[in-house]
């Protein structure tokens, strides 16, 4: 695999970012400026991922093209994947099958790599019935849709644990179909993947996650339709992606697994996230509405202004742009992500969410030519490694904020929400299932501003004599714990903390 040898170089230090302590100990929102000490905080060092309790994900991208990239994956610290398969790319036409995608795919994987392909019949010329193409013509048992999923979960030949059916039928572009039609496309496809890999798990195709009456009369509809013929057996696992504001995330998956728990069929469903990110310029629409609504009236007119600095526009919008917007600006987006993706992580954790994947390794160009460089404006800047040309990945800085995040959750078994005094005091305990405990805090601020404003101290009881602390940006500290109480200097950005053990 190409890589930068600036790329090897980061990474090493990165790593060891949150495991190099002072003897004095900076407090959490100072960085270490002392030549460092290496402590180990753990009992012992332990394998990444020795059993098959791992959470956290990362989707390859819109477009996968034989990239080479799985080992990117497990510097992450994570082994679970996954990419997007599109019918006109598997049959261009009736009966002639390309599997260049998946064996490209299956090939990199590792023994312990949980793989996930969505499938999609999108786009087929032959396959689909509507100007949109993306519903199937024939939906039945055995039909071209059945024999196109079942020759891709035959070719996978068991190295492939999920398939997921679609991706936000609901509220978008994806599927212009009915409820009713894409309940019979959901068990059709269920039939294709456990008539050739009895094994396999299949993830229904993943609502946008938003609880409005786009997204709930649809999935309602689905769920009828499927428990009127008593279908427990349609699917295994449901899907919500979660954009957009991180507060509501608790109540945008309330909703729906309250509504898998109403039909006796569902409410053993686990829900899964293969996609979800931030931040995203919707998030910013507080500022200045008429800026943000003017903004996007520009791009949809000519995507080429995202290449531009966009001069003009309050920098919460600014910050999307790929033009010279300045290193502090787009230094800042950075942290911001960061914080997301650690905020968006630990809430879906605490409900009840069973696996994530961060959206994406790597966006896509678009696919028209243009004489610009931008990529998309809400998934461009997700992405946590840039590809070149010369076809080498480069990190982002938030490739090191996922890697740090995942080093501590990845084993997670269970995320509670521990209640405090403060509303905007977000408290988490997190049980690991080879690490032990730890918690994790932050305080609710502006995304954009809050990282201005002063720490404040926070108490709270853990049951240890001494903590060791790190703040996601890699400040550390060695903590005392009085009679049991932790006074800790908090901000918004989430800081990690567990027993400290000396390391005599």
Aim: glycine share 6%; proline share 6%; aromatic share 14%.
């Amino acid at each position: 695999m190409k890589r930068s040898n600036t790329f090897l170089a980061i990474l090493v230090l990165l790593v060891t970012a949150c495991n190099i302590i002072q003897e004095d100990g900076p407090t959490p929102t100072q960085n270490p400026v002392a030549e460092p000490t290496f402590i180990d905080n753990r009992k012992e060092e332990k394998p990444l991922n020795k059993n098959d309790h791992s959470v956290l994900g990362v989707a390859f991208g819109a477009y996968y093209s034989n990239q080479d990239y799985i080992d990117y994956i497990y510097e992450l610290g994570v082994r679970q994947t996954c990419i997007n398969v599109h019918w006109e790319e598997i049959e261009p036409t009736p009966g002639n099958y390309d599997f260049t995608l998946i064996d490209s795919f299956i090939s990199q994987l590792r023994d312990n790599t949980n793989a996930l392909i969505r499938i999609t019949a999108r786009h087929s010329p032959w396959g689909t019935r509507d100007r949109e193409k993306t519903v199937p013509e024939n939906l039945s048992i055995g039909g071209p849709y059945y024999n196109f999923v079942y020759k891709v979960v035959q070719r996978a030949n068991g190295n492939i644990k999920y398939f997921e059916n679609e991706w936000e039928p609901d509220c978008s572009i994806h599927w212009t179909g009915t409820a009713d039609e894409y309940a019979e496309l959901t068990r059709t496809f269920y039939q294709a993947v456990k008539a050739a890999d009895p094994e396999a798990i299949v993830i229904m195709g993943g609502t946008v996650g938003i609880a409005k009456e786009c997204a709930t009369s649809f999935f309602t509809d689905v769920f009828n339709n499927l428990a009127e013929d008593n279908s427990p057996n349609s699917f295994d696992m449901f899907d919500i992606h979660l954009y957009g504001d991180l507060y509501d995330i608790p109540d945008r998956i309330r909703w729906f697994r309250n509504a898998l728990d109403s039909y006796p069929e569902f409410n053993s469903k686990s829900i899964v996230v293969t996609e979800y990110g931030g931040p995203s310029p919707n998030e910013f629409i507080y500022v200045d509405e008429a800026a943000y609504r003017s903004l996007f009236s520009k791009i949809r007119k000519d995507p080429c202004i995202l290449a531009t600095d966009l001069e003009g526009f309050p920098d919460q919008f600014r910050m999307f742009g790929y033009g010279d917007i300045g290193d502090e600006l787009e230094a800042k987006r950075n942290r911001i992500q960061g914080r997301q993706m650690l905020q968006r992580t630990i809430l879906s954790l605490s409900e009840g969410v069973e696996k994530l994947y961060w959206w994406n390794l790597k966006a896509s160009k678009p696919r028209i030519g243009s004489e610009c460089y931008f990529r998309h404006p809400i998934f461009g800047k997700m992405q946590l490694m840039t590809e070149q040309s010369d076809g080498i990945f480069t990190p982002n800085p938030t490739f090191y904020y996922y890697q740090i995040m995942a080093g501590y959750l990845d084993s997670a078994e269970s995320v509670v929400k521990v209640e405090t005094d403060s509303p905007d005091i977000y408290l988490f305990e997190v049980t690991r299932y080879d690490d032990g405990k730890l918690y994790v805090v932050w305080e609710k601020r502006d995304q954009f501003s809050g990282e201005d404003e002063p720490p404040i101290d926070f108490t709270f009881r853990v049951p240890w004599q001494s903590v060791y602390s790190c703040e996601l940006f890699g400040s550390q500290a060695i903590i005392p714990v009085i009679n049991g109480d932790l006074t800790i200097a908090i901000t918004d950005t989430p800081i990690f903390i567990q027993e400290h053990f000396d390391s005599e």
